[in-house]
Structure formats: C-alpha cells, structure tokens
C-alpha cells in the first residue's frame, strides 16, 4: 500500500432509509496522515457515512474503502484497518475494563496483547480502574474506555463520531492531546463534532455535509477565508457618527457600535472620517470570523 | 478463526458470571417440577411397563432445561447486547457471519449442556441410575442444545425490544416444550393430539432422549435423529442467511 492510497475513500455513496435520503452521492478522500473534520447539522448523515465505513451500514449504491480495502469485499482487512469510536455511550456491564479490552482485542486476532492494553489504560487514566465493572464508570470514564477499545488493534485510520458531547473540560482537553499524539504519529483521524471551535483548532481540511450532500470540502485555512466578515465593536466619545456611515454602522443596547466589514481599508477610512469629524475612539474590539460564522453562512447559503 | 475464540469466550463468561441466575436456577425449579410431579403422580402412573414415574421423568426434565436455557442463552445475550448497543463491539471487528454464528452456538450449547448436567446430578438422588444408551444421550443433547442455540440467535436478532422476545418464549418455546411429552406420553393422548405432537420436533428430542436413559420410547430413536437433525440444518441455514445478509444488524 503506498503513500498515495487515500486512508478513507469514498465514492458517489447513496443511502436511503425508508422515506429520508441519508446520503445523496457523497464523494471524498482523506489522505493518510490527515485530521479531517466532518461537520453537519443533526441528520446530515455524517453518522450514516461513519457506519458504511465501518460497516455498520451497508450503502445502496456507491463505494468506500479503508486504506485501499473496499468495506463490503475486503471487510476484514478494512475493518483491521480502522477503529471507531461511536458516538453512544454504550458498554458491556458483564466485564471490567481490562476484561472488555481484551476481548476486544481477541476480536481482532490478538492474543497476547497486554503490554499495549496498559499503554492505552496509561494515557487514558484507566489503570486505576482496570478492574472495575463497566457499569460503575462515569460517563467520562466510559468515553474514556470506548476510544481504549477503538484502539486496542493499532488501526492506522482512527474515526471518532462526536467523542466529546457531553464531556467536562479536562477529559476533553485530555483526549484531544491523546488523538493529537496519535495523528502527529502517523494515524489518520477522522473527527464529526458538534464544538466547531474544536474542528477548527485540530483538523487541517473539513468538510460540511447538509442533508446527504458535502456542501464544502477544503483545509481548514481556506475554509476561514470564505466569510472575510470582519466586526469592530467600538465605543465613542459622541453620541452619533457622521451622516455617511449611518447606515454601515448600528448601536447596541449598551451604546456600543458596531460596523461589519469585508477589507481592512474600510475600517481604516472610518477611523480616519471618525478623527475628521473630531470623535475619539475610547474602546475598540475586533472579532475575526470563525468557522461557525463560515459554517453558518454556508448552511444558509446551500 | 481467532476473533472466534474470543467470542465464544466472551459469551461463555457472560453467563458464567451470573451463575445463580443462568445455571442455579433453572436446576432448581427443575427439582421443584420433579418434587411436585413425582410427589404427586408417582403412585398413579406407569407409563413404560417397568419404569417408574420419576424415572419416566427426569429424562423429560433434563432435556426441558436444556432446551429452555440454549434458546435463553443466546436469544438473552443477542437482546442485551442490542439494547444496550454494545452489539457494535462486535460488529465492528473482522468477524465473519459464521464465527459470529459459531460463537453464539457454542456458548448456547455448553450453558443447556452445564443445566442439564446440573439437573441430572441433582435428580440422582430421587430416580435410581441407568443409562442404557449413553451414545443416544450424547447425541440428543448436544443436537437439542444447537437446535434451540440457533432459535435463540434468530430470535435475538429478530426482536426489537424484551417484550417481543418474551413473547417468542411465552408463546412458542414454552408451550412447545412443556406439550411434547416431558410430563406424559404422547400415548396417552387422543388420537388428534397424538399426530399433532408428532409434528413438534421437541417431542422427537424429549422422546429420544428418554430412550438413552429407560430403554424404551413412543418412536424409533433413529426416526428422531433424523427429524432433528433435519430441524438443525434448517434452523443452521436461516440463521446463517439472516447474518449473510445483515438483518436487523447491519442496517
């Protein structure tokens, strides 16, 4: 397998389900090595994608791969090859932490793989609880345990659908060092969440998916230059602002105003009519945009 | 097939773990059936020349057991996993259809295999010891347990909720056991019910299986080895299609 094989292949995928369109002709690659963010309102059908990966879900019509292995021909390699952590928190009460990791990995074929079970147990904080039920774990714990299990077969694509809903701050930060790690080591991470911030600070390309269809597909940076809408709160020694930029500028509650801008120079040639006019700025705050500003207005847009 | 042992494993330590639950019980109220029935009936039946009535009975019981725990064995853990949605852990690894099968299967048949060893050894004390026929024993039993290991599989993975399953026991396997000659013989029903019982493959299991430990039975041995291995390559090839294809599994 070569470098140039995509880790995730995807081509023109349909997917029904009864009545709803889940997927409508999704077509993607990731490259191995990416961390590659899949964004999406709820029922999208980035779950959907996720499951035909993994064959949890078989597709109408289309193909995907893992790493070059087709996931309904060649499931066994396809399936070795990736690693999923679902999005439910769902465990199995009959066993223990160490006991479920290594079925897991039996699952897989490994036998003796202890010495890797206590690698991941290490940096997931689950030693201290490696004989304890499933059942008594917080729900943090259990996140914990699903991304241990995911991981239990080395999978050099690892697919996480919305690991951190509803995971306190320090587990999340946690488990972003743990996945972060793991993509500078070389696995490919494939990430669907709904915490835009965390898409844009980890993932180096994203791509949007609206009702079964990717609306957008670029790197991360690219993605950010698509709303150049910029806006500077300020706060102004006058009570209004000359005539010509009424209309531009708008005033909130608590007497802030505030002007929407594409280009620099515009706000450079209202600073400079503000000076003319004799108005001094007393506060002033810029807000870049984000990817939810991008996410938003390509939400409305399509 | 390694991702098969360690299912096959997984399953048998699931049921181990809750012992009381999966192994104690049923033997229990097993010899609560034999204390009652054989305190009750004992004077007044003899349905083989020869034979006492408990001794008629604990054959009955045993098979019973086993065939009501295989079913459970694999229709319950099926059901759980699904519910619970950790049925992904094992969906989700390189495991064909067939070692998933195999896996289920081999779980359902030592669980009603370890039930019926234990309503056995508990029955010892009330019915004198004889086995004519351990070959016939062995056969039954294990052919019993897989019959009811696979219903179990296709029942745990037809049902979408407990109530549906319930349903499959309360109103198929139970009548189906308790109506196919473990308290009486067939012969001593009316002629129409008579040719109904010979239509309910468990009557073939039970009676077969009586012949192993009394010598003596409503129909040829052989006859019954044939109906229900019969019955096991077709419940083997439905289940197996069912996983082929990914029902109520893989969506």
Same mark, same amino acid.
């Given at each position: 397998?070569?470098?140039a094989?995509?880790?995730?292949?995807v081509?023109?995928?349909?997917?029904?389900?009864?009545t709803?369109?889940?997927?409508? =002709? @999704?077509?993607? #690659?990731? *490259?191995?090595?990416e961390f590659?963010g899949?964004?999406?309102? /709820?029922?999208? &059908?980035? !779950?959907?994608?996720i499951?035909?990966?993994?064959?949890?879900?078989?597709?109408?019509?289309g193909?995907?791969?893992i790493?070059?292995h087709?996931?309904?021909?060649?499931?066994?390699?396809?399936r070795r090859?990736?690693?999923?952590?679902?999005?439910?928190l769902?465990?199995d009460?009959?066993?223990?932490?160490?006991?479920?990791?290594r079925?897991?990995s039996?699952?897989?074929?490994l036998?003796?793989?202890?010495?890797w079970?206590?690698?991941?147990?290490?940096h997931?904080?689950?030693?201290?609880?490696?004989?304890k039920g499933?059942q008594s774990l917080s729900?943090g714990?259990?996140?914990?345990?699903?991304v241990?299990?995911a991981l239990?077969?080395?999978?050099?694509?690892?697919?996480?659908?919305?690991?951190t809903? =509803? @995971?306190?701050? #320090?587990? *999340?930060?946690?488990?972003?060092e743990f996945?972060?790690?793991? /993509?500078?080591? &070389?696995h !490919?991470?494939?990430?669907?969440?709904?915490?835009?911030?965390?898409?844009e600070?980890?993932?180096?390309?994203?791509?949007?998916?609206?009702?079964?269809?990717?609306?957008?597909?670029d790197?991360?940076?690219?993605?950010?230059?698509l709303?150049n809408?910029?806006?500077a709160?300020l706060?102004?020694?006058?009570?209004?602002?000359?005539?010509?930029?009424?209309?531009?500028l708008?005033?909130?509650?608590?007497?802030?105003?505030?002007?929407?801008f594409?280009?620099y120079?515009?706000?450079e040639s209202?600073?400079?009519?503000l000076?003319?006019?004799?108005?001094?700025?007393?506060?002033?705050?810029?807000?870049e945009?984000?990817?939810?500003?991008?996410?938003?207005d390509?939400?409305k847009?399509? | 097939?390694?991702g098969?042992?360690?299912?096959?494993?997984?399953?048998?330590?699931?049921?181990?773990?809750?012992v009381?639950?999966?192994?104690?019980?049923?033997v229990?109220?097993?010899?609560?059936y034999?204390?009652?029935?054989?305190?009750?009936?004992?004077?007044?039946?003899?349905?083989?020349?020869?034979?006492?009535y408990?001794?008629?009975?604990?054959?009955g019981?045993?098979?019973?057991s086993?065939?009501?725990?295989?079913f459970?064995?694999?229709?319950?853990?099926?059901?759980?996993?699904?519910?619970?949605?950790?049925?992904?852990?094992?969906?989700l690894?390189?495991?064909?259809?067939?070692?998933?099968?195999l896996a289920?299967?081999?779980?359902?048949?030592?669980?009603?295999?370890?039930?019926?060893?234990?309503?056995?050894?508990?029955?010892?004390?009330?019915?004198?010891?004889?086995?004519?026929?351990p070959?016939?024993l062995?056969?039954?039993?294990?052919?019993?347990?897989?019959?009811?290991?696979?219903?179990?599989?296709?029942?745990?993975?037809?049902?979408?909720?407990?109530?549906?399953?319930?349903a499959?026991?309360n109103?198929?396997?139970?009548?189906?056991t308790?109506l196919s000659?473990?308290f009486?013989?067939?012969?001593?029903?009316p002629?129409?019910?008579?040719?109904i019982?010979?239509?309910?493959?468990?009557?073939?299991?039970i009676d077969?299986f009586?012949?192993?430990f009394?010598?003596?039975?409503d129909?040829?041995?052989?006859?019954?080895?044939?109906?229900?291995?019969?019955?096991?390559?077709?419940?083997?090839?439905?289940?197996?299609?069912?996983?082929?294809?990914?029902?109520?599994?893989?969506?």
């Amino acid at each position: 397998m070569s470098q140039a094989t995509p880790a995730i292949h995807v081509s023109d995928l349909h997917k029904r389900f009864r009545t709803t369109q889940a997927l409508g =002709g @999704v077509t993607l #690659d990731i *490259r191995q090595g990416e961390f590659f963010g899949l964004l999406g309102p /709820n029922g999208a &059908g980035k !779950t959907t994608l996720i499951s035909i990966l993994a064959g949890l879900t078989r597709a109408d019509s289309g193909d995907a791969a893992i790493l070059g292995h087709d996931v309904v021909r060649d499931y066994r390699q396809s399936r070795r090859a990736l690693g999923v952590v679902p999005q439910e928190l769902v465990y199995d009460p009959f066993f223990n932490v160490r006991e479920t990791l290594r079925i897991q990995s039996g699952y897989f074929g490994l036998r003796h793989n202890d010495g890797w079970i206590d690698e991941i147990m290490h940096h997931l904080d689950l030693t201290q609880h490696a004989d304890k039920g499933t059942q008594s774990l917080s729900g943090g714990m259990k996140r914990r345990l699903l991304v241990a299990q995911a991981l239990v077969h080395k999978p050099p694509v690892i697919v996480l659908d919305e690991p951190t809903a =509803g @995971v306190d701050v #320090d587990l *999340r930060r946690s488990l972003w060092e743990f996945i972060s790690r793991l /993509n500078q080591e &070389g696995h !490919t991470i494939l990430l669907t969440t709904h915490y835009l911030e965390e898409a844009e600070a980890l993932c180096s390309r994203i791509a949007m998916l609206k009702s079964g269809h990717i609306v957008a597909c670029d790197t991360t940076r690219n993605l950010l230059q698509l709303t150049n809408e910029h806006c500077a709160q300020l706060r102004l020694d006058a009570e209004s602002v000359p005539a010509a930029w009424k209309t531009r500028l708008s005033r909130d509650a608590d007497g802030c105003w505030r002007f929407n801008f594409g280009d620099y120079a515009e706000l450079e040639s209202l600073l400079a009519d503000l000076r003319g006019a004799g108005i001094s700025v007393r506060e002033m705050r810029l807000q870049e945009p984000d990817l939810e500003d991008v996410f938003t207005d390509i939400m409305k847009r399509t | 097939m390694s991702g098969f042992t360690a299912l096959f494993y997984k399953e048998l330590l699931r049921f181990w773990k809750v012992v009381v639950q999966t192994v104690v019980a049923p033997v229990v109220t097993a010899l609560l059936y034999l204390l009652i029935f054989s305190h009750v009936l004992e004077a007044h039946v003899e349905v083989y020349p020869g034979v006492s009535y408990t001794s008629f009975l604990v054959p009955g019981l045993v098979m019973m057991s086993m065939l009501q725990n295989a079913f459970s064995n694999s229709s319950s853990s099926l059901i759980q996993s699904k519910m619970q949605g950790n049925i992904v852990f094992v969906l989700l690894p390189p495991l064909s259809y067939l070692e998933f099968f195999l896996a289920y299967l081999g779980a359902a048949v030592i669980r009603g295999l370890v039930v019926g060893l234990g309503v056995w050894a508990v029955t010892l004390w009330f019915a004198p010891w004889q086995m004519p026929h351990p070959g016939w024993l062995l056969a039954y039993a294990l052919l019993a347990c897989a019959i009811m290991g696979a219903v179990g599989i296709v029942a745990g993975i037809w049902a979408e909720k407990y109530d549906q399953l319930a349903a499959f026991q309360n109103f198929l396997i139970l009548p189906l056991t308790f109506l196919s000659g473990v308290f009486y013989s067939i012969h001593s029903l009316p002629a129409f019910w008579q040719s109904i019982s010979h239509a309910n493959p468990v009557f073939y299991l039970i009676d077969g299986f009586r012949y192993a430990f009394v010598g003596q039975s409503d129909t040829d041995p052989w006859l019954g080895l044939l109906v229900a291995g019969a019955c096991f390559v077709a419940i083997s090839a439905l289940t197996l299609a069912l996983l082929k294809s990914g029902y109520k599994l893989r969506h």
